[in-house]
């Protein structure tokens, strides 16, 4: 799985998908902040958001690598947490899509 | 400056100004996460409210230390950034009151 080759066009569709994935998680992030906030009964709400974006931002330094030798890993992860559609990802190489979106079979 | 005694009755008022700096900085630092928020071109705020939270918390527990023996640096720090209030002072004996509020007299 880790020494898949990775066209121009792949490239740049993975790349595309990549970066709407991490754009959908960090809205998700915003959203909960928000909502963290407006239901907040006092102050100490920023203790609890710290830690949760202290937390949500060492989770996501860790998931993101767009190395070509981990990509594989990283879109089964992101696909099966949900920010990775399959519309995302049209024009990999169906074996691709088939190995992200059942990573088990 | 350290060997400085607390009665009884002035343990009470230092304890009751201490934690109202705390409730006050607390809720400074809340106002500036909404405006942040408020401000926000983009979900990439999440990062910058995460790093702003992080510094304000490390400051925060450096600051915030009721121990006896660094209570009056805790509070010239805390009266000279404006959390604490000359009121908060009150019952104080006026040495320290006078330690607190001019500490390079």
Chains 1, 2 share one sequence.
């Not at 909502?35 to 989770?59: F, G, K, P, T, V």
């Not at 990775?84 to 049209?90: P, S, Y």
Request: aromatic share 12%; with cysteine.
């Amino acid at each position: 799985m880790l020494d898949m080759k990775w066209s121009p066009a792949e490239k740049k569709i993975a790349r595309a998908a990549y970066d709407r994935a991490y754009q959908r998680e960090c809205d998700a992030i915003l959203l909960e902040v928000k909502s963290m906030l407006a239901s907040a009964a006092d102050n100490q709400i920023i203790w609890r958001l710290e830690e949760y974006l202290r937390d949500r931002r060492r989770e996501i330094d860790r998931k993101y690598d767009f190395r070509y030798s981990v990509l594989m890993l990283v879109f089964i992860s992101l696909y099966a947490e949900g920010w990775l559609k399959e519309e995302d990802l049209a024009g990999l190489s169906p074996e691709k899509i088939y190995k992200i979106t059942h990573p088990l079979a």
